[in-house]
């Protein structure tokens, strides 16, 4: 599996897909869960690679291969995501690759 480098994210807040979330049209709705679900892929690499530099300030609850299980999970999704957008004419900024 390939992740990104922590300096290279660009995280997005979830308070920001709000209007998106709610929108009428279904391309904004799409982009909505798109960009909710990058941030949280991001936020949760960042976490691990912190873990992997021993620079966590807590001890996290479960192993750490459930985490890479969720990790895994969460690009296969994204990646559907891309593909289906390009089908769809949707606008994605990708910061996750």
């Not at 300096?7 to 979330?21: E, G």
């Not at 479960?62 to 004419?89: F, H, S, T, W």
Request: proline share 3%.
């Amino acid at each position: 599996m390939v992740h990104p480098k922590r300096s290279n994210y660009i995280m997005k807040k979830l308070k920001d897909t709000v209007a998106l979330m709610i929108s009428a049209d279904y391309k904004e709705r799409f982009q909505a869960e798109f960009y909710q679900l990058e941030t949280r892929y991001l936020k949760l690499r960042a976490m691990c690679d912190k873990w992997d530099e021993d620079e966590l300030e807590f001890e996290p609850t479960c192993p750490r291969g459930m985490y890479d299980k969720q990790l895994e999970a969460m690009i296969d999704y994204l990646n559907v995501l891309v593909d289906r957008a390009k089908l769809e004419n949707v606008e994605l900024e990708i910061s996750y690759k």
